[in-house]
C-alpha cells in the first residue's frame, strides 16, 4: 500500500474540518479568526453528534445475509442496505486487491448483526455500523487483526476505540497489511506532506508546546510554517485532561497519532478526541 493512497472518503467522523489556516502559534491572530475559532467550537459544543460522541453501541439488531461486498467495497445487504463499517478508515478506497478479498470472504453469505449509532445513511446512501459476525466477534476487530484497516475514532463510536486499538496492535507490531508503511513519521514532513486530505496515523517526538487561550499546538520541528503540528482545540484539550495529560506535558515525549493530514503552512493534523493520541511509553534510564 503506498502511505499516500486514498483510504477514506470525506464523509467520516473528521469532514467537518476548520476553513481556517494556522495562525501563530505563540500568539492570537487577527479578531476574526479568533471570533470564527470561538464559532466553530461553540457550534461543535451545541451539536447533537457531539453529545453522543463518546458512547459504543451495544444493542445489536436481528441478523441480516451478506451478498458480499459491491463495486465499491462497502458490504451490500440481502435486504439492499449497504454497510460501511464505523470507526475504521474506510478499507475499500484501497487499490489493494488482496486486502479487499480478505474482508469480502469475512463476510460473503454471513449472517451479520449491526448496531449503529445513527441509522441515518450518509451521502452514499451508505449506514454506519459495528458488525458482528456469527461467531459473536466484531468484523471491525477481525479487520483489525489481521491489517485490513487501521481504527479510526468516529462520533457516537467512541466508546469503542479502546478494544479497537487493543485489536489493531499485534498488526501494528507485526507489520502486517496497512502496517507495512505506517505509521507515517511526523519529521521531516515531506513525505507527511504527501499524504495531506487523507487518514494517517503519525509517529514522532513533541519539540515544543505552543498554546493560545483557546488552542495548543503540538509541534514537531523549529519551524511552524514548514513543520508538522497537532492542533488541539478545547474539546480534545478537556479530553486529554481527562486522561490525566496536561498537553503542556507532552513537549519531547514520543506520540502516536491519527487523523486527517491537511496543509496549512505544514502538515496539520486537528486532535479533538483524546483516542487520536497514543504517548509512547519510554524505558526507564538506568
Known amino acids: 500500500m503506498s502511505p499516500i493512497e486514498p483510504n477514506m472518503p470525506t464523509d467520516g467522523a473528521f469532514s467537518q474540518r476548520p476553513m481556517m489556516r494556522r495562525f501563530r502559534r505563540s500568539g492570537g491572530g487577527s479578531a476574526c479568526l479568533a471570533l470564527l475559532t470561538l464559532a466553530l467550537i461553540g457550534l461543535a459544543a451545541l451539536s447533537p453528534a457531539a453529545a453522543r460522541a463518546a458512547g459504543c453501541p451495544t444493542t445489536f439488531d436481528t441478523g441480516v445475509v451478506a451478498r458480499g461486498l459491491d463495486a465499491h467495497g462497502d458490504i451490500a445487504l440481502a435486504d439492499g442496505r449497504t454497510i460501511r463499517l464505523a470507526a475504521l478508515v474506510d478499507i475499500t478506497a484501497s487499490p489493494d486487491p488482496a486486502r479487499r478479498a480478505a474482508l469480502g470472504r469475512l463476510v460473503a453469505g454471513q449472517t451479520l448483526a449491526l448496531a449503529m449509532a445513527d441509522s441515518s445513511p450518509d451521502r452514499y446512501g451508505r449506514l454506519a455500523a ?6 459473536g466477534r466484531l468484523l471491525q476487530q477481525a479487520a483489525l487483526e489481521r491489517g485490513l484497516a487501521v481504527a479510526r475514532p468516529e462520533a457516537g463510536y467512541i466508546g469503542c476505540m479502546p478494544e479497537l ?18 505509521p507515517l513519521k511526523a519529521a521531516p514532513p515531506e513525505a507527511l506532506a504527501r499524504a495531506a486530505g487523507h487518514f494517517s496515523v503519525v509517529a514522532g517526538r513533541v519539540l515544543t508546546v505552543g498554546s493560545t487561550r483557546r488552542l495548543d499546538y503540538l509541534n514537531f520541528g523549529p519551524v511552524w510554517r514548514q513543520d508538522t503540528t497537532v492542533r488541539v482545540d478545547e474539546s480534545g484539550r478537556a479530553a486529554l485532561k481527562a486522561r490525566g495529560l496536561d498537553v503542556a506535558s507532552l513537549a519531547g515525549r514520543e506520540v502516536i497519532l491519527r487523523g486527517d493530514v491537511d496543509l496549512a503552512d505544514g502538515p496539520l493534523i486537528d486532535l479533538r478526541w483524546a483516542e487520536q493520541m497514543e504517548v509512547v511509553a519510554e524505558a526507564a534510564k538506568p
Open 165 to 182: 486499538i487493543a485489536a489493531e496492535r499485534p498488526a501494528r507490531a507485526a507489520g502486517l497489511g496497512v502496517w507495512a508503511h505506517l
Open 130 to 135: 459495528l458488525v458482528r459476525l456469527p461467531d
